[in-house]
């Protein structure tokens, strides 16, 4: 064997229990109490937790977008995402209009291949649907890229697509097994709120989240599932914000299947009063933070399983990009990091406060994302067989979150001052250890491109 994690504490999403675990050639080969064959390395997981990789869905490296580019490349951005438990990232590739899907894939391979720390999948986000690309999906999903992100708004970004074109996608979703996921906002709303807002010369951070009310996603949300169940497609809604959102998708969920939503650890601990800070856009993403209420819906939805993952939508812009929008916030690049405190967060304030169960964690950070995402089960569970994506957590490891001991490039952390309890010391991929007691040990380039499989769905 080449390595051989012993004395932990598996968490699976149905179990938790003591047992060793081997590993050969990158794969797990074993799971039993007191494995005695020998091994290259032995790490003593006494204490410690031992979970699958955290799947990142929802990540935005060297993106550009809003008149500039996301700080983390796929180098940082990954080394962020290892320190963090995570060793699968899925990055949106952003589709330039007069690119075909397969054409966009290369173009983001060849920013991410020569990088890549931790392995990695490409979402296609369309922005420029043609028959003609319809077409050519059945190729794109033998390139291994079974999932396609639309956008409801940012118009005036190139990004949206019209009620008719995501209907379109959801049609071919049903016809050939992939995810259509959505960003959900109505625009037209929010364009003549932010129209109205600048008008008045209320240009400060809080008029962002002010233009997007809860009912700008809720009724896009309700649209979205609506168009869904009457092309029978397979919807997302990622990075969902509500309780108006959870409460329209758990309805819709008891009338209809393959309707999913996503979540991020900044919707579910932080509140809209930070636009009121000095530093207010830095918080500047959509849709925005919220209310307690939301917070507190989104935990139940997780717990309840109206929400079936927790995703970061990492998109880092530092102090000196934020400032584009520094007198108008319609300016500000949207978008925030997250892909190194997703889980450290989600084990604090979820499992530590009882909201959210260790198995739970597991559910909604790793199988979830594989299964929804094509990648069970070689990743996203700890079998015999899989990839040995492994991370040995620590819960007694304390540690107040701040931009000096994060790794992102990004020069602020939206978490500043956060204290955590519970956090990744050893993260393996594929076998090999990219964190080692808390240092990174990898290497630029070592990370490879995942091609998924067709969406599974979720019982
Ligand atoms: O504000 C956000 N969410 N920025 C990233 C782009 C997106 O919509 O996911
Ligand atoms: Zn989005
Ligand atoms: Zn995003």
Not at 245 to 258: C, F, H, P, Q, T
Not at 377 to 399: C, H, Q, W
């Amino acid at each position: 064997m080449d390595l051989l994690i012993k004395n932990g504490t598996i968490v699976t999403p149905k179990d938790t229990f003591k047992a060793d675990i081997g590993v050969k050639d990158g794969k797990i080969v074993a799971i039993a109490s007191n494995i005695t064959e020998k091994a290259q390395e032995v790490v003593d997981a006494s204490g410690k937790y031992v979970m699958p990789g955290g799947i990142d869905a929802h990540t935005h490296m060297e993106m550009p977008f809003m008149g500039t580019t996301t700080v983390d490349d796929f180098e940082y951005g990954t080394i962020a995402a290892a320190f963090g438990g995570v060793t699968t990232i899925l990055d949106f590739a952003i589709q330039p209009k007069d690119k075909t899907f397969l054409e966009t894939i290369s173009l983001w391979r060849g920013k991410a291949d020569p990088k890549v720390v931790v392995d990695y999948g490409i979402h296609v986000a369309v922005t420029n649907l043609t028959e003609d690309l319809v077409k050519e999906i059945p190729k794109v999903l033998e390139a291994g890229v079974s999932s396609f992100k639309l956008f409801m708004p940012y118009r005036k970004e190139g990004l949206m697509s019209d009620d008719g074109r995501i209907y379109r996608m959801l049609e071919e979703s049903r016809r050939l097994g992939f995810l259509v996921q959505l960003h959900a906002e109505n625009n037209s709303v929010l364009e003549l709120l932010i129209e109205r807002y600048v008008s008045l010369g209320k240009l400060s951070a809080e008029y962002h989240a002010k233009s997007r009310p809860n009912f700008v996603e809720g009724e896009a949300v309700h649209r979205g599932l609506a168009l869904a169940a009457a092309a029978g497609g397979n919807l997302y809604i990622v990075h969902m914000s509500t309780k108006e959102g959870v409460a329209e998708l758990s309805r819709m969920k008891k009338l209809y299947s393959n309707l999913y939503g996503e979540t991020c650890p900044h919707y579910l601990i932080l509140t809209d009063e930070k636009y009121l800070s000095p530093k207010g856009r830095r918080y500047i993403m959509s849709p925005p933070l919220r209310g307690k209420a939301d917070n507190e819906a989104l935990w139940e939805g997780l717990a309840n399983g109206t929400l079936s993952t927790v995703a970061t939508d990492h998109c880092t812009f530092t102090d000196a990009q934020k400032d584009l929008g520094k007198d108008n916030f319609t300016k500000v690049p949207n978008g925030v990091p997250g892909t190194e405190t997703m889980i450290p967060i989600l084990y604090s304030e979820g499992v530590s406060k009882n909201r959210i169960s260790l198995n739970k964690l597991v559910e909604v950070v790793s199988y979830n994302p594989a299964k929804l995402f094509g990648l069970y089960p070689r990743k996203g569970t700890l079998n015999v067989g899989s990839d040995a994506d492994i991370v040995v957590f620590d819960p007694d490891f304390e540690m107040e979150l701040s931009q000096e001991n994060l790794h992102s490039r990004i020069d602020y952390s939206i978490y500043e001052g956060v204290k955590v309890k519970g956090m990744p010391i050893h993260v393996f991929v594929r076998g090999k250890p990219v964190v080692y007691n808390r240092e990174f040990v990898g290497k630029k380039g070592t990370g490879k491109f995942v091609p998924r499989g067709k969406y599974q769905p979720l019982n």
